[in-house]
């Protein structure tokens, strides 16, 4: 079970994340009270282990601008967000140098429209992976005038056959009103490959509450095996 804490804005939450067992940090680059500026977030990447991936969170971002960001931050992958109607997913350019072992996310919010949700799934299949790795999906609770750490989950049982049936092909990420009460239910109902939280691990905007990371993460890792 790959498992994500999000919205990192301090060394002291990013190096407690680490020794509670995450496989990945999240920094936030768009809009929101965990957003943390380029500087301050390679500072804080520069001071952790290697094998920890640190992945930019994007909203309307052009992919060659994140990559950019990331490649100054010393990021290891970009999460994708977009707030306009359309849904078209990022795709992988190897004109933009997409470096090796680079994961890009992107990310399909669940509206309780099971078809169109199971239609956008499948359209990112037919997409070209990065290396031999098969595309990395985060599936988010639809919050108008939001794109993330709202609080709020989707309805896990009705995306429950579009997760299963997508489980296969593609590397499906849980968000979205997670919190270690929860996160072993989501787990159970969704089997998917990772998981990711941000608001239901803090003790305020932007500052994780250790305990709550703390057993979250193991909640996660006992529901994964």
């Known amino acids: 079970m790959w498992i994500k804490i999000c919205g990192i804005t301090s060394l002291e939450d990013a190096e407690f994340a680490v020794a509670s067992g995450a496989d990945a940090l999240g920094f936030v680059f768009a809009e929101s009270p965990r957003r943390i500026d380029a500087q301050n977030a390679r500072e804080i990447i520069a001071r952790l282990p290697q094998s920890i991936e640190k992945i930019g969170v994007f909203v309307d971002a052009m992919l060659a601008e994140a990559l950019a960001l990331c490649q100054f931050g010393g990021l290891t992958g970009a999460q994708l967000h977009r707030s306009g109607p359309e849904k078209q997913p990022w795709i992988p350019d190897p004109a933009t140098g997409t470096p090796h072992r680079f994961r890009l996310?992107?990310?399909?919010?669940?509206?309780?429209?099971?078809?169109?949700?199971?239609e956008e799934l499948r359209a990112i299949r037919e997409l070209p992976a990065i290396g031999n790795d098969p595309q990395t999906v985060l599936v988010d609770s639809c919050i108008r005038g939001q794109q993330g750490g709202t609080g709020h989950a989707f309805d896990w049982a009705a995306a429950r056959a579009s997760f299963l049936d997508a489980s296969p092909h593609l590397r499906l990420i849980a968000a979205g009103g997670l919190r270690p009460e929860n996160v072993a239910e989501a787990i159970g109902s969704l089997q998917p490959w990772g998981v990711d939280v941000s608001s239901g691990v803090e003790a305020s905007p932007g500052k994780k509450d250790p305990a709550k990371v703390t057993a979250f993460i193991r909640e996660a890792r006992q529901a994964g095996k």
């Not at 996310?105 to 199971?118: A, C, E, L």
């Open 105 to 118: 996310i992107n990310v399909v919010r669940h509206d309780g429209d099971s078809n169109r949700f199971t």
